[in-house]
């Protein structure tokens, strides 16, 4: 019986399109088909922490680490947004 892999995935993929959603209309000089650019920019300044469930990685964090990691996805976010907007100024520049 082969092993199923298919459940595999980064626990911070949802979290941050929920946030990259959430904060969007902050930036209306960003098209939608940039918002998945903005949550590859913040998926690579986050850590990798794959897990199978959401509450594999969840139910093993303390308040502390919990409150560490939502900074690190509010920053990681904050960061994208205004990597990607440079970018589209500097490309309407030319």
Not at 2 to 16: G, I, M, Q
Not at 32 to 44: F, Y
Request: a negative charge; one cysteine or more.
């Amino acid at each position: 019986m082969p092993a199923d892999f298919t459940s595999l995935r980064n626990y911070f993929e949802h979290p941050v399109v929920d946030a990259v959603m959430a904060a969007a209309p902050h930036y209306p000089m960003l098209s939608e088909d940039l918002l998945p650019d903005v949550a590859c920019v913040a998926l690579n300044r986050l850590p990798t922490r794959y897990i199978r469930h959401q509450v594999d990685w969840a139910f093993y964090l303390t308040e502390k680490e919990r409150a560490e990691n939502e900074k690190l996805l509010n920053d990681a976010v904050g960061y994208a947004f205004e990597f990607v907007q440079a970018r589209v100024a500097m490309r309407a520049r030319r």
